[in-house]
């Protein structure tokens, strides 16, 4: 069994359990002092906290969102922070985000101290009963030891580590078909994932929009800083027994049904 997991776990079977209600994020896209209005329902035994690792574009996003739906936890996601402060009013970014929004636009990653002021400043989404789901984040070596610590220091422990593996060139085709909703940040698909009224939320209704850094100039520049800074932390959490490496072929429901079996036959 892997370190972290107990038979105390709960993973849904299918999906005759239904869909969880969202919670809202609002503490963890705002930061500071905002509260959730729906935060995740404290689970009946054991939350699961887990990692989502993998290049740009995999359908981290929608795995993310099927697992939050089905096990009711919250979703993390560091680049749904950024996209949430690029909405806001130009006097209401504060001088490092406005930094950071500036890299995130080339493709290119964030420094390691904004982001870790980031999460310093959304410690209670980690330590929240509902337990987690980040994706994004960690995304270098330096990220993954300051969370490793921060986690320690929290006695918190992570359940798992998801790694999604696809060749290089289908991600590349899944990133130019990617839609994203500027409300809620539900992630669609053209072709794979369509939303049932096409460019409009099924979620909240907002209009969808292709990222700024889906764009074939700024994938490129992603790529490459996938395979520089975090593919080096698949062997970061192989080494301390938490990573499940998932295969990324086929639909989202597929991807979600062998997530399913793997990380319960551990
Ligand atoms: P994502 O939605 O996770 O692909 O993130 C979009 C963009 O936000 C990335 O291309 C980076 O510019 C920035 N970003 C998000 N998370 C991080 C992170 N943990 N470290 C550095 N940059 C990040």
């Known amino acids: 069994m892997m370190k972290g997991m107990n038979s105390n776990r709960f993973f849904p079977k299918n999906d005759a359990v239904g869909v969880l209600p969202k919670p809202d994020r609002t503490a963890w896209l705002k930061g500071g ?16 906290r887990l990692v989502l690792l993998g290049a740009p574009g995999i359908g981290k996003g929608t795995q993310a ?3 939050c739906e089905r096990l009711g936890t919250c979703h993390l996601s560091t680049g749904d922070v950024f996209r949430t402060a690029k909405c806001l009013a130009e006097h209401e970014q504060t001088a490092s985000m406005k930094d950071a929004l500036k890299f995130m636009r080339q493709g290119a990653l ?20 509902g337990g987690f789901l980040l994706d994004g984040f960690p995304r270098t070596v330096a990220q993954a030891e300051a969370l490793e610590k921060t986690l320690q ?7 798992a580590v998801l790694n999604y593996e ?27 994932r369509p939303p049932k009224v096409a460019d409009i939320c ?5 209009a969808l929009f292709q990222r700024e850094d889906d764009r074939p100039e700024s994938v490129e520049v992603r790529m490459k800083a996938y395979g520089t800074s975090t ?33 319960l036959g551990r």
């Open 33 to 48: 002092s905002a509260v959730c209005e729906m935060p995740p329902r404290t689970p009946r035994g054991d939350a699961w």
């Open 153 to 159: 220091d929290e006695h918190i422990q992570l359940t």
């Open 166 to 192: 696809l060749p290089l060139e289908r991600v590349v085709a899944r990133i130019s078909g990617r839609r994203t909703c500027g409300g809620c940040k539900a992630v669609y698909h053209v072709t794979t």
């Open 231 to 263: 593919r080096p932390l698949i062997s970061f959490y192989e080494q301390r027994g938490l990573l499940i490496s998932v295969s990324a072929e086929g639909s989202p429901e597929e991807i979600y049904q062998r997530t399913r079996l793997l990380a």
């Open 110 to 129: 964030v420094p390691d101290e904004t982001v870790l002021g980031l999460i310093q400043d959304r410690l209670r989404c980690l330590r929240c009963s």
């Open 65 to 67: 969102e099927l697992l």
């Open 202 to 206: 099924d979620h909240c209704g907002g």
